[in-house]
């Protein structure tokens, strides 16, 4: 009796003492501990099934990608060309199964043997070719990127439907994109810990030259080792098409430092031969739960990209101090063990200041009145039009009384699926939202709709969804007019270039469309060149330079938006406003101070704060019931140097 008491308060004190080490061990597990019980005190929205399941299918994406990146940090390397090489894979399977009818099933074949093609590739140039893993990976990241803008001719894809189920759910809770997750994790747990290449991998990465001399084949195995990375970027890549139900040239852009920040969060060393599966899982969940609980928090938009920062770096630093801990001759005894305790219950203290003094002081202050809640979805802050919808918004919602939430996509539809799905999972009372693309934004609307929460779109619609009303600008006709605008400026006949937006948003698209049409009419108006800018001064300013060269007769200059006709203006000097006659198109503050200049022609001019206070305006009537039309339309008109002083967009 006295022998099988002892046995069970053993039993007992070794099962504190197991989760204790566990806790110790793991750095990257105690800070997510933390960080699921900070963001659940802060925020009622945070602690429910549906939003951890919503934070897992959020992570699934990053951790897929991470899985396959664990691979080439723990052998010492680095791929930079993940992101890239997900949205090829994605898009070769949709362009060659919805535009060439190749059966879905080997269409999937080709999306893998794309990103194990481009694997092989990275791991010849390193292995073969002596090249750092830096530069040829960053080399692939180009190529693979360009190679989806050429084969989608920089526009979405429909994803095959049988592939888009892998973006629902089982049974009506499980998503899939979370079981596909946790499977790759396997796989990748399996690959490290059971097979003769992850044994490889720890090898390479501890010491390569040992490896080598050991009779290891490293050249050959680097090739695997890279190959499978490719693989992992392929699944991937298919999950992310699903869940947004199309194959986007520019998806998962920037992914591939997630995916290295989440391996290194999950322990593993930059340096090589460290590293785990479960770790890297752990990283993925970490960034995760940070997106989700500040857009729940309300956090700025801009300052979430901050915050983010700062603990990836405290979880890292202490983390590392915690090793170190661990590591000295001591920690055999107490001594070590008490610095190692008292490095990870640091990590754990200062995320959670981190987090909590950050929502404290950012967040807006979540209202404790009934007033009702809606959520703007915002494609991008770094724009000035974009910035004037918000304002307009904000303006309309402290009028009105509402609880205002802002967040920004950074044009990554993706992201903006998944602030989407974080209004929907808090029960938000209303949602507008500004799509990334109209194709990408459907799957999310549609969830807001199964859940009774009514959807405004804001300057671009939503495909293959219902949304309550759209408040837009013709994005076409503004286009037509930008084009004739110029055209007879030029007396119809002359010589122009384009500078067209991000290739693959809708907005680019239209605009184009708009110009095209426009154009028609004036067969003497010779298009010289049409390159993409992507809605950007700075890129606006060095494609107009380099078109210069080739093109030093250039009459006249058509921009899809306003920021890039500034950055051409800069390009042509004192050219601009004489010799070459500049059309832009939004009617932004700048661009409106450059009309008055006489530097910018003309711009074709929206209203921007108007869209965004009469979005909310509508949002608010879907909620409460009231009657909304499906169309508000925003009159748009062009304004030249004669009528600027009246405009009062």
């Known amino acids: ?48 099934t549906d939003n951890l399941l919503n934070v897992g299918v959020q992570a699934a994406v990053t951790a897929i990608l991470a899985f396959g990146v664990t691979f080439v940090i723990v052998s010492a390397g680095i791929d930079l060309s993940v992101g890239s090489v997900a949205a090829l894979s994605a898009t070769v399977l949709a362009w060659s199964a919805t535009s060439h009818g ?55 894809i429909a994803f095959p439907d049988s592939v888009s189920h892998l973006g629902d759910t089982l049974g009506g809770w499980l998503p899939v994109p979370v079981l596909v997750m946790v499977v790759m994790g396997l796989i990748a747990a399996f690959v490290l810990g059971r097979t003769y290449i992850g044994r490889s991998m720890y090898a390479i990465g501890g010491n390569e030259e040992a490896a080598r001399l050991s009779g290891l084949r490293v050249k050959k195995q680097k090739l695997a080792i890279y190959a499978l990375s490719g693989v992992f970027a392929a699944a991937a890549g298919v999950v992310l098409a699903s869940r947004l139900s199309s194959a986007q040239p520019q998806a998962a852009d920037g992914y591939e430092l997630d995916a290295i920040a989440a391996v290194v969060i999950g322990g593993a060393s930059l340096a090589g031969g460290t590293g785990k599966a479960s770790g890297t899982l752990i990283g993925a969940l970490i960034l995760a739960v940070l997106r989700n609980g500040l857009n729940l928090l309300s956090v700025s938009a801009f300052w979430q990209q901050v915050v983010i920062g700062v603990v990836i770096a405290l979880a890292v630093l202490l983390d590392t101090v915690r090793r170190k801990a661990g590591a000295t001759p001591a920690a055999a005894g107490t001594g070590g063990g008490k610095g190692r305790q008292a490095a990870t219950y640091g990590l754990a203290a200062v995320v959670t200041v981190a987090v909590v003094g950050a929502t404290s002081f950012l967040h807006g202050g979540a209202s404790s009145t009934a007033n009702p809640k809606v959520g703007l979805a ?24 509402v609880d205002l939430t802002v967040t920004d996509a950074q044009n990554d539809a993706s992201q903006q699926a998944n602030q989407l799905q974080n209004f929907t999972s808090s029960g938000y009372d209303a949602i507008v939202v500004n799509p990334v693309d109209s194709d990408a934004a459907g799957p999310a609307v549609r969830a807001a709709g199964k859940a009774d929460i009514p959807v405004v779109a804001v300057d671009r619609g939503v495909n293959k969804a219902t949304t309550d009303t759209l408040v837009a600008s013709d994005n076409v006709s503004g286009g037509e007019l930008a084009a004739r605008t110029v055209a007879e400026k030029l007396g119809g006949t002359g010589r122009i270039v384009i500078l067209q937006g991000q290739a693959g948003t809708s907005a680019a698209r239209e605009r184009a469309e708009g110009f095209a049409k426009g154009l028609k009419a004036y067969p003497g108006i010779q298009v010289l060149a049409q390159q993409p800018a992507d809605f950007d001064r700075t890129k606006g300013l060095d494609v107009m330079s380099n078109l210069l060269q080739a093109h030093p007769d250039v009459q006249g200059v058509i921009a899809a938006n306003d920021e890039m006709a500034l950055g051409a203006i800069k390009a042509l000097g004192s050219k601009a406003g004489k010799s070459v006659q500049v059309v832009g198109f939004d009617g932004t503050p700048d661009g409106l101070t450059a009309v008055g200049n006489g530097t910018l022609y003309a711009s074709v001019a929206q209203q921007p704060s108007e869209l965004g206070r009469i979005a909310v305006d509508n949002a608010l009537k879907a909620f409460q019931g009231k009657k909304v039309a499906d169309l ?16 009062g967009g």
């Open 1 to 48: 009796m006295a022998a099988d008491t002892l046995k069970s308060t053993t039993g007992a004190g070794g099962g504190a003492a197991a989760v204790r080490r566990l806790l110790l061990d793991n750095g990257a597990l105690t800070a997510l501990i933390v960080l699921v019980i900070a963001m659940s005190a802060l925020s009622g929205d945070f602690l429910t």
């Open 102 to 156: 190749v059966p879905v099933v080997l269409a999937v074949v080709l999306a893998v043997a794309t990103g194990i093609a481009a694997g092989l590739v990275n791991g010849f140039l390193i292995a073969y070719g002596k090249l750092p893993p830096f530069i040829a990976t960053l080399a692939m990241l180009s190529v693979a990127r360009g190679l989806s803008l050429v084969i989608s001719e920089g526009s979405p």
């Open 378 to 401: 915002l494609s991008t802050l770094n724009n000035p039009f974009f910035v004037q919808i918000q304002s307009g918004a904000k303006a309309e919602a402290k009028k009105l009384g």
């Open 632 to 647: 508000v339309k925003v009159p748009v008109k062009v304004v030249t140097k004669e009528n600027v002083a009246g405009f």
